[in-house]
């Protein structure tokens, strides 16, 4: 659903502060797996049986306490988080900033986050998400190239980078391999160079017995890909995920990066008829480098003939939240997009107000592995998805200050820790 173009978008002066009185988070959480302590497997042992020793001493963002969900929205045109805030009179938890790394998605421009946009938002009270480059191919990047450690001194350079910065965020490895992504996903043919419309064989042709293995922390951080029978398109996503924690975490120490499971859109079935729609086994092949599930949810007409009933939404979330539940179990979920968004006149057509009544009600009453979300903020149709003062603002405002207990805008860290300055009321002045 998003627009992935990068582009540098300089600081978020428009951001209002705000914030969100909680107690401070005493739940714990598991943490994420050490590749390095990998029993060795055999060619039948299936990826999500690993059983690896936790991080120590890591700085990740973790659930708060019980059912607290953390508030969050994206800014798409400049002012959708400033408009949000002010429409529900409160401060989000996790703004998610399109420009806030940049070169993802153009090898011409160098990959790198703004340190001091990103320093302004920690500094307000928010913590907010990163990644490196986009895993599908492009501009003569590909998966087979990254994990080959070609771009390796990219990534130091980013890394430098994060340690500039120094506090907790969200990484992301792809976003919607089954939206926005599934054209490309991590890239098919011998050396991952082509999209899914070009590639006559679509599994069987990655194989990453041939990729080098010197660079890494983990000379084992390709076991259980290279299955002749499965999408090459998905075995590469899963790879940039591995390669990336690998990169970052055990060999440049980083340690206040939270992955997410790359946004997989809630669409009718987590697994198709064919290897390139099993979403399942993505999610298998990723189970051991991942922090939180994340998933993206719309209530928007998209290649329908008429807008799908309410309950059909909340069905589809149910039945991808089991998927979650079996193969990630006891991870807190993060909804990275998430959309009630206008729909043209038409048969179905249900409205904004209806649509946040409805879904944020599912969610508080039927998911308590749900802690967070963030509410996708472009406003220009077809995805007019942007909440202010005049589109559904009130309602989503009324549903917020009666369920005040349950959301947050104060994140919790592994650490015991809390984000600074996280006032929920604080509105009065912009981020420096």
């Not at 529900?88 to 996790?94: F, G, H, N």
């Not at 055990?250 to 206040?256: L, M, N, T």
């Not at 807190?332 to 946040?356: N, R």
């Not at 508080?364 to 903020?377: A, K």
Request: hydrophobic share 40%; with cysteine; aromatic share 10%.
């Amino acid at each position: 659903m998003r627009v992935r173009g990068m582009q540098w978008e300089g600081a978020a002066a428009a951001l209002m502060l705000s914030g969100l009185a909680v107690l401070r988070a005493q739940a714990s959480q598991d943490d994420l797996i050490d590749p390095r302590s990998a029993p060795v497997l055999s060619e039948q042992s299936r990826p999500e049986t690993r059983v690896l020793a936790p991080r120590r001493g890591s700085r990740r963002l973790v659930a708060a306490i019980d059912d607290v969900i953390y508030t969050g929205f994206t800014e798409v045109s400049g002012t959708d988080i400033a408009n949000f805030e002010n429409a529900v009179a409160r401060k989000i938890a996790l703004p998610q900033y399109l420009g806030l790394t940049r070169g993802q998605e153009d090898l011409s421009i160098p990959l790198d986050l703004n340190v001091e946009e990103a320093t302004g938002l920690w500094n307000a009270g928010y913590v907010t998400m990163t990644g490196a480059y986009e895993a599908k191919p492009f501009d003569g990047f590909t998966v087979d190239r990254l994990l080959s450690g070609e771009f390796d001194a990219q990534l130091h350079a980013l890394a430098e980078r994060f340690k500039a910065f120094g506090h907790p965020i969200f990484f992301s490895t792809a976003r919607e391999p089954n939206g926005v992504l599934v054209q490309s996903l991590g890239g098919f043919g011998a050396d991952g160079s082509l999209d899914a419309a070009s590639a006559t064989d679509k599994v069987g042709l990655f194989d990453p017995s041939k990729l080098p293995t010197a660079h890494l922390a983990d000379k084992n951080l390709f076991q259980g890909l290279g299955d002749p029978a499965a999408c090459d398109g998905l075995e590469r996503l899963a790879a940039a995920q591995r390669y990336y924690y690998d990169f970052f975490v055990q060999r440049e120490g980083i340690d206040f990066l939270t992955f997410d499971s790359m946004g997989l859109n809630v669409r009718p079935a987590p697994k198709g008829e064919e290897p390139c729609e099993d979403y399942e086994a993505l999610l298998r092949l990723i189970a051991g480098y991942v922090d939180w599930a994340s998933l993206n949810w719309y209530f928007i007409q998209e290649s329908e003939a008429s807008e799908p009933p309410l309950t059909t939404r909340g069905a589809r979330l149910t039945t991808w939240m089991d998927t979650v539940r079996s193969i990630l179990p006891g991870k807190p979920v993060l909804l990275t997009e998430l959309g009630f968004c206008k729909t043209p006149a038409g048969p179905g057509a249900t409205t904004v107000d209806a649509k946040i009544e409805y879904g944020m009600g599912e969610i508080l009453s039927n998911y308590p592995e749900i802690h967070g979300f963030m509410h996708w903020g472009e406003s220009a149709p077809p995805f007019d998805c942007g909440i202010t003062s005049s589109n559904g603002g009130a309602t989503f405002k009324r549903v917020l200050d009666e369920n005040d207990a349950r959301f947050s805008s104060c994140v919790n860290f592994s650490d015991g820790t809390t984000v600074p300055n996280c006032d929920p009321k604080n509105l009065s002045q912009p981020i420096p």
